[in-house]
């Protein structure tokens, strides 16, 4: 069984111009891409195969990000199911001149495994190490109910997860 730690991957890159936008600012695409290549490296070194792009949520924009400043990703493996993998991205950027650095973007990336017939594999149980990590693991599977939900792959009625977290079974309290 492995740690989150062993998937962890760490890219940086320079923002260049041509990855600005008329305010001579990343583009928002631009990043996003940036962040699936450093989660799906994180989903592979997991894995061992293989890995496709199923679905990006939780993206926020914090605070945009200069030309010329130095972005940082930082992706690891936060929970996996039979075939899919949550993987947790952190961006951050540093104005070196102005040795200013903020943590700008975050964002939860879904993968599945693939063997060689791009049938969906299954992959390696994952265990958490650090209370961060279990603090990641154990809301991936109510993140995972809402992507679901929303997908329409599962009905509101059947994610116990989030029944649990709204709607207490001991709950006794009277309307």
Request: glycine share 4%; hydrophobic share 40%; net charge neutral.
């Amino acid at each position: 069984m492995a740690s989150p730690a062993d998937s962890e991957t760490w890219m940086t890159l320079v923002v260049q111009p041509n990855d600005t936008n008329p305010l001579g600012t990343l583009h928002g695409g631009r990043l996003m891409y940036w962040m699936d290549e450093c989660s799906a490296i994180a989903a592979t070194k997991h894995s061992r195969a293989v890995v496709v792009t199923v679905s990006v949520d939780g993206v926020s924009f914090k605070h945009a990000i200069e030309l010329g400043s130095v972005v940082t990703i930082r992706a690891r493996v936060t929970r996996t199911f039979r075939t899919s993998m949550e993987v947790f991205v952190e961006v951050w950027s540093e104005h070196i001149p102005r040795n200013l650095r903020m943590k700008c973007n975050e964002a939860y990336y879904t993968f599945v495994a693939l063997d060689e017939a791009k049938r969906p594999l299954p992959v390696p149980d994952l265990l958490p190490t650090t209370a961060e990590e279990q603090r990641l693991y154990d809301g991936a599977l109510r993140r995972r109910q809402v992507r679901l939900i929303l997908a329409g792959k599962m009905k509101a009625e059947d994610a116990n997860e989030l029944k649990a977290l709204f709607l207490p079974e001991n709950n006794t309290a009277e309307p």
